[in-house]
């Protein structure tokens, strides 16, 4: 069991108790919905864009404790950010989180999302790292269809 306690570290519990953003975001001009059939996570992300800057973002839905923390976590780094800014943090969080790269050493900073690095170990939580940024990017297209982690 300590594996799974080095995964569910201290702020990932923090963050899936009381996530930042869970809310709607009623002037969204951008919303996509995501769906992780594998572990039953499911969110709906918000995002309020301002030309090319994320204004606000916000989620709501229900998951795990990973899926959960990911979301929360994901909103607050993203808020003030610019589109490609967020690509970018995305593709390094990607890495990290699927263990094709490590979380220290690197010109990208991942801040706290580094805490999830610990997921790569856990083949089938990484899709629950995962699930909020690929809405987040199905929100940025304006996709109609809810996006699945199994597509
Ligand atoms: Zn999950």
Redesign the pocket.
């Known amino acids: 069991m300590a594996d799974l306690r080095d995964l569910y570290q201290e702020v990932i519990l923090e963050h899936s108790r009381a996530p930042r953003n869970y809310r709607e975001v009623k002037t969204a001009d951008h919303k996509a919905e995501g769906y ?1 059939p ?4 499911r969110f709906i992300v918000y995002l309020e864009m301002d030309g090319d800057v994320i204004r606000d973002i916000a989620f709501q839905g229900s ?5 959960k923390a990911s979301a929360s976590m994901m909103t607050q780094s993203l808020k003030g950010k610019t589109r490609s800014e967020a690509e970018k943090l995305f593709e390094r969080f990607h890495e990290v989180v699927t263990g094709r790269a490590r979380a220290n050493g690197d010109p990208v900073e991942l801040g706290k999302l580094a805490v999830f690095s610990g997921v790569s170990e856990f083949p089938t ?1 990484v ?2 790292a995962i ?1 909020a940024w690929h809405t987040f990017e199905a929100a940025l297209e304006d996709k109609q269809e809810p996006v699945s982690t199994e597509d």
């Open positions: 992780n594998l572990c039953g996570d998951g795990c404790a990973i899926s939580r899709k629950c699930l």
